[in-house]
C-alpha cells in the first residue's frame, strides 16, 4: 500500500537485535572536561575501540608479564641457564634497527638500564645505530628528500631521518681496533666469539651511558643478533677480513644460548616491535618450550602476503610459538607512536617494583 513501507525493508532494517553480555566493554572515550591527565586518556584507550583498544589491551598483557616476572622462583639444580629461573616471566624484547635510529631508542635504553628485559633482539642496525649515535648525531629530516641529491651531499634518509656519512666513517675508526683485539684474543687466548659475545664486548668498550648496549653489558642481558654481518658491521668486519683476516663469529653457541634462554624459563613473553628476522627469532626459541605465555606485536604489517612479519599472533599458536591458551595481542601502528606510551603505562609505571634491591652504576 501507497501509505506503509514495503514490508521487507522494515524487516531489514529493523530487524531486532539479541541481548549482548552485560559485562561487555561500553564504548567511552576520556572526557576532557575531567582535565588534562595523560594517564586517564591513556587508561580510557581500552574502552575508545579500534587500535586505542588493541593498545589497552597490550598494556594489560605487558603489566601481566611484569606481575609474573617478580614473582620469585626456586632455581632448578638442572637448569643450565641460571639467570632465566631467577624470574617469574623471562621477558625477550624485540626491535628493528630503524626504532634505534630514532627516539625509541631511549625508551629501550631506558629498559636496559634498569634491566627490565631479560633477552634482546634485533638487527645489525638496531646494534650499529647505537652505537653509532654515541659518536655523531642523527638528524631530522623529511620523507620527501631527493635520494639523488642527498646521495652527492654523502647524507643518508633512513625514513624522515638524516645520517650524515662521515658516522660510519668515525664508527669504521672506533671499530677496527676493537676488532684487531678480538682477533688477537682469539689467536692467543682461544676465545670463541660469537655476535652476542661481540655485542657485549662493543658495549663495554663504548663506555657511554647513552647506549643500550653498555647497560645490556653492565646488566649482563644478552643480546642476539644472528644476522649481526647484515650492515654497516658487516662492512666493517668485510673490510677487516682483508687488512686482518680471520675472525669468526660462531652462531651455533648463540642458537643455543637464546634457546635455553626459553626453555629453562618459568613463563615467558615476548614484545616484539616491527617484524623481519627479529620477530621470528624470538618466537621460535619459544616453539622450544611450546610456545609463550604471553605476546604483544607492534607492527604495520599486514597478513595477505603470507609474510612472517604481518601474521597475527593465532599463526604463531598454530606453530606452537604462542601458548593454545594465550591471550596476545597485536596493535597495528607505527612503533614510534606508541611503544614509549606502552613504557609509560607498564615499566615506568612498576619502575619501583622492578628496580627493588637492584643498583646500576
Sequence with gaps: MADQAPSVAMEAVLKPSCDLPED???IRGYDFNQGVD???????????????SRLGLAIQEINQMIEKRLEPVEADEGNENKESCKSGCTIFLGYTSNLISSGVRESIRYLAEHKMVDVIVTTAGGIEEDFIKCLAH????????????????GINRIGNLLVPNDNYCKFEDWLMPILDQMLLEQNTEGTRWTPSKMIHRLGKEINNTDSVYYWAYKNNIPVFSP???DGSLGDMIYFHSFRN???????????RKINSQAVFAKRTGMIILGGGLVKHHIANANLMRNGADYAVFVNTGQEFDGSDSGARPDEAVSWGKIRTDA???????DASLVFPLIVAETFA??????????KTD
Aim: a positive charge; hydrophobic letters at 40%; zero cysteines.
Design 349 to 358: 609505571l612498576h619502575s619501583d617494583k622492578l628496580t627493588a634491591g637492584k
Design 138 to 153: 642523527t638528524y631530522l629530516g623529511d620523507f620527501s628528500l631527493p635520494g639523488k641529491d642527498l646521495r652527492q651531499r
Design 38 to 52: 595523560l594517564q586517564a586518556v591513556l587508561r580510557s584507550y581500552l574502552t575508545t575501540g579500534f587500535q586505542a
Design 327 to 333: 591471550k596476545p595481542v597485536k596493535v597495528y601502528a
Design 24 to 26: 561487555m566493554p561500553k
Design 227 to 229: 644476522a649481526l654481518t
Design 245 to 255: 683476516p680471520g675472525l669468526v663469529l660462531d652462531l651455533v653457541e648463540d642458537i
